[in-house]
């Protein structure tokens, strides 16, 4: 197969011999075809040029970036075509105002994309007359006509001059003017007289404008090049960054491509080398060729690479599965890859451009005894490297500027940059270094770490530095929950760790807040948080993998025996507290003592809370909240008073009487048999599960609805503190009765978090729902709980057909739906002392808890507490189970019937087929 540079060089012009015979078609002897027919022979023409193109792009004939050239190649000839046309049309006689039409914008730079704009500018010595007016109007009807989308200005070459004078974005597109058809004099004559303009301008105001565009349009599409959805165009990394160096490499040399600035003889006096020219070559062709795939795919000019939309364009690309990872995985790390290098291109380039065009910065004194040591130098106030050091032979000096920067509260200098993505090569080196590893590691744990983590993983230093970094660089999992790569969630994670040292984040995870200053192990924590997720994509549970990963790494970077010890064991049990948290009932006494047994230690306890909060908060924006931090502090308290030697799990009867006692209290003011009617109304597991606050509010609504003969009664209380809703309903119990609530609930959009289920010794059923929105908000609208409480009365009486309803509402954003979550049944009989615990795993689905506690149910199994956990599209939930005689299920049978059930349940059926018509109440 031909390199893309011979396909770009070989690339033919728009045939004359095409172009005659359109335009003799549209304008035979006796004169101008009609205006349908025209449309008609044009359409025909341009379907043909962009199935051609299309054709041979899907055929693995042209790459990308040729097959853009090729598509504008073509799509010249068809303008030209028009513009002669319309010309002869509406009358524009040879003697009329001449004029010149030129292409801008991405059409101007001559690649076009299958469904982008055509950027048209009308350009004249004069205003136009009205022939001109004419001509320009029926030519932009005809390609509006067409179906084309088409951005135009018409100007003087004087009015070009004074916009672009005052307007950096007109600049930019007067920069891409391309000539098509017309007075060509007249163009070459403004192309010179806008030179000279740009040379009075300068570069600094474009270059500062560039700038300032590009900070405005990372923080709309992304700032970070590592998001699992990225903007193909605008977001960082993308192509717009690419040509963002163009045209600063254009506006202050003339260039036209960017291995122009390769070699001493080039514009600036080489800029590049051939390898980053390389590089950027292979960038630019890579994004465009995903950025053909997406416009074929979808039909229309899409620039985002939603989820639905990876799968098809990595397997249009190429990419299967190799060992454990899916051929989505590795197209996208090629993705992610090659927006690293578009940002390091971006780091190399900018400044070695504003360095040749408006001179080398002047140095200035450094009156810090220790930077000047360290062999740091500043101008403009920025730190970079002194001109007499040589990083190749010193390569420890990358680490010693990172420091110096860092303690003398500076900024890095963007040729510091450029010197440190030169260089961070001679990295690997410096791995079994022990002043290296000092240093490093004084980086890691020091002030602002994650800022200065990002620069030596933006650089390359790190890849270099820790192997196995590397193979964590633009891994991505195929699923909704992470919102990052993983290195991107690592340094995020870390940066937790920085907002918690410097004292945020306390009123939104007050517990790690407090613990953060009180641990001893601190460099132990940074470096598990730097290595916790180290091991994903080699397939195994990475936790393991990752201690190992550990034991061997630690020590290079100078951590003790016992430090390293802490780190390997944090890695190991990094998800422990965070699965026990959402997946086991916290008010067992069991769960709390298997996990006392496996810390041991308050120390370790302390920073396990620690990290997991890290790791849960740089998932992404939207997976923490105010429930999930309360489960973990709750969580943390029981633990560590049993390791304290506390007496949080006393026997069952002690810790019983004391809860009645707690709650009698509360109630004295009632009459004697009224408070000994209610006391006698809870099983020991209720009293175990509310603290008497909650158990005096039950008293008053139990007596209310016994009082008032009420059938059912619906409470809902938003407890803003834990960002949930929480919800009681009181009814006679029957089989089936969690399914239904749990049914009504999600009619009224509203997500279960936990539940607490239980039958009182009158045959009533006191359940307690704990709610949010489907986004994990507070649900505390007023019309929305009553609306909640209409729909439980109107599920229980069977007046709304609950199946219907809800697959009714059984609709998700297409964008998810490529992202599969394999069905999945766990039944534990040892986690809990009591209970038998099942754990579902399946993909989330409004009315999803409705079918698997329905399943449940017709086991005749009763649930005494559910835990339910959502991770993207992915549910887990986690139910406390009993037989009919309050035992465990532990035959194998049973089981597996259970087990065959739940796994039905999971999958949602057809509203019109035998088993949903037969499952509707």
Known sequence: MKRLGDLLDTLPPASPEDLRLLAGTLLPPGGPVSRDMALSLIRRRLARVQAGVQESFESGELPGLVAGRRLGTLMDGVIAAIQQYSLAVSGHAAEAQPFALAATGGYGRGVLAPFSDIDLLFLSEAPLDAPGRRAVEFMLYLLWDLGLKVGHATRTADECIEDARADATVQTALLDARFLIGDRALFDRFSARLAEARAAWGIGQFLEAKREERRARHARYGDSPYLVEPHLKEGRGGLRDMQTMYWLARYGFGIQKMGELVGPQSPGGGLLTEHEARAFRRAWNFLWTVRFHLHYVTGRAEERLTFDLQPVVGARMGYTRHGKQDGVERFMKHLFLTARDVVRLSRLLEPAIERAVLGNPALQPVESPALAAAGIALADGRALFAPDRDIAADPAIMLRLIRGVRDGGLTLHPLAHRALIRNARHAARLRDDPVAGALFLDILTGKHSARWLRVLNEVGFLSRYLPDWARIVGLMQFDTYHVYTVEEHTIEAIAVLNSLDEGGLGDVTPVAAELIG????????????????????????????????????????????????????????????????????????????????????????????????????????????????????????????????????????????????????????????????????????????????????????????????????????????????????????????????????????????????????????????????????????????????????????????????????????????????????????HASATHTVIEVNARDRPGLLHDVTAAISEQGLQIASAHITTYGVRAVDVFYVKDVFGLKVENERKLSTLRNALLGALTPQPLDTPAAVAATP
């Open 518 to 829: 009180q641990l001893q192990s601190r460099r132990a924590l940074y470096a598990a948080t730097l290595l916790h997720d180290i091991a994903k994509g080699r397939g195994g549970d990475h936790s393991e993998l990752g201690s190992r990963i550990a034991q061997d790494t630690c020590p290079r970077l100078g951590l003790t025996p016992e430090e390293t010890e802490t780190v390997s064991w944090l890695v190991l049990n990094h998800l422990l507290v965070s699965q026990t948290a959402f997946k086991r009932d916290i008010d067992d006494p069991k769960t709390i003592l298997d996990l006392a047994e496996v810390v041991q230690s308050p120390e370790r306890l302390r920073l396990l809370l620690v990290l997991t909060v890290a790791d849960m908060r740089a998932v992404g924006p939207k997976v923490w909240n105010g429930w999930k931090a309360t489960l973990l502090r709750e969580l943390y308290w029981r633990v560590a008073e049993v390791l304290a030697g506390g007496l949080s799990v006393p026997e069952r009867d002690v810790r019983v009487a004391r809860a009645k006692q707690a709650a009698a209290a509360l109630l004295d003011s009632w009459p004697r048999e009224d408070v000994d009617r209610f006391l006698h109304a809870g099983y020991p597991g209720y009293w175990l599960s509310f603290d008497a606050t909650t158990h005096a509010r039950h008293a008053c609504l139990m007596r209310e609805a016994e009082n008032g003969r009420a059938p059912l009664t619906v409470r809902t209380r938003v407890l803003e503190a834990r960002a949930v809703t929480e919800v009681t309903v009181y009814a006679a119990d029957h089989p089936g009765l969690f399914s239904r609530i749990a049914g009504a609930l999600a009619l009224g959009g509203a997500s279960i978090v936990d539940a607490r289920i239980h039958t009182m010794t009158n045959g009533m059923a006191l359940d307690t729902f704990w709610v949010q929105d489907a986004v994990g908000g507070m649900l505390d609208a007023p019309h929305r709980l009553a609306r909640l409480s209409v729909l439980i009365e109107q599920a229980l009486s069977g007046s709304i057909r609950l199946n219907t309803e809800i697959r009714k509402v059984r609709r998700e954003p297409s964008r998810l739906r490529a992202v599969t979550v394999p069905p999945r049944v766990v039944l534990d009989n």
